[in-house]
Nanobody, 122 residues
Framework: VQLQASGGGLVQTGGSLRLSCAAS????????VGWFRQAPGKEREFVAA????????YYGDSAKGRFTISRDDVKNTVYLQMNRLKPEDTAVYYC????????????????WGQGTQVTVSS
């Protein structure tokens, strides 16, 4: 499985970005796709995840009310729409996939994309 994350960039406080995670290769119907982020000097943080079969979204506390995760079956792509961005959202965002049971735990995911930088200016 290969994951390609894209869509990061520089945005002002209050702005929006949409990240994409395109999956190729063998994928699993019971897989979950998650987004994590890591800021310099901080631990990797769970942002959001979605179960492919049920299309059920899950959000970390930092994402609730501002971010929306969704998927496109045809394109085999998961999106993370990020609204009302704050400087503390600045980080490298990674997408990952696997047959995760505990969606917020990074070790539950088997495959990771390369990351995309999101920078929110104040």
């Amino acid at each position: 499985v290969q994951l390609q994350a894209s869509g990061g960039g520089l945005v002002q406080t209050g702005g929006s970005l949409r990240l994409s995670c395109a999956a190729s290769g063998r994928t699993y119907s019971d897989a979950a796709v998650g987004w994590f982020r890591q800021a310099p000097g901080k631990e990797r943080e769970f942002v959001a995840a979605i179960r492919w079969a049920s299309n059920s979204p899950y959000y970390g506390d930092s994402a609730k009310g501002r971010f929306t995760i969704s998927r496109d079956d045809v394109k085999n792509t998961v999106y993370l729409q990020m609204n009302r961005l704050k400087p503390e959202d600045t980080a490298v965002y990674y997408c990952a996939t696997g047959a995760a049971t505990y969606l917020s735990q990074a070790h539950e995911y088997d495959y990771w994309g390369q990351g995309t930088q999101v920078t929110v200016s104040s």
